[in-house]
């Protein structure tokens, strides 16, 4: 068991620094440069226009959301980084802890926060480039992966307290 | 709990200590001791066997049922 869970480590921390690498390259791609243009136009714009329909407020609002759709890919990296913690928790021998449960419930509400704000976020993006929101196209791979898996992560918290619950009695069975 | 563990009496009665009957019925003493505090939540019947020999006494004699 201990091998397994030292194999498991190594491939989860591949896996994480794979989507930190992936994460940085797109971000590295991603022209930040946009939010400099934006400072300069916000000291020069002309101040009888609406500024909620102007051009660049619309181009600015569409890079700040695509940022954010950066900060919750990170947040979703951050969930993956509790599978460390549950092996580490397992390799000490405490299978059934209060921290297991802890982390098993954190990282479905990530899964699940990760989705539901995507989803904003997209529909935001497709609102304001004008294009039209398909739900199932764009959110297919979310929908059909990170839900059942954030789901299937809360099921495993109820099961593990139970879990607890009979070791418990188990203890206390002489 | 309605179960009253009488286990301290048994031992006065046959004059044995704690450790002596951990060491018997092959158990230690601090799960005897959480037998004899009550707060067990079930005891093997392997167990109540080794102590009903350790003891020479019966089931009956160490588990008692009282009403709330």
Known sequence: MKDNTKLLTIITYAILLGAVSVLLNDMREFDFNQFEKFQNWAK??????????????????????????????????????????????????????????????????????YTISILVLRFLLTAIDGSTFKFIRELKGEFTFLIPAGLAFYILAKIFEKGKAVEEENDLTI | MPIVVNLDLMLVKRDMKSKELAQIIGITTANLSILKSGKAKAVRFSTLEAICEALDCQPADILEYVED
């Open chain 1, 44 to 113: 020069t714009a002309d101040k009888s226009e609406h500024w909620f329909t102007s051009k660049n407020a619309i181009e600015w609002s569409y890079y700040a959301i695509s940022a954010a759709i950066f900060f919750w890919r990170g947040y979703l990296i951050y969930g993956f980084s509790y599978f460390l913690s549950i092996l580490k928790e397992v390799e000490n021998g405490n299978y059934f802890s209060d921290k297991n449960i802890k982390y098993f419930k954190r990282i479905g509400s990530i899964f699940i926060n």
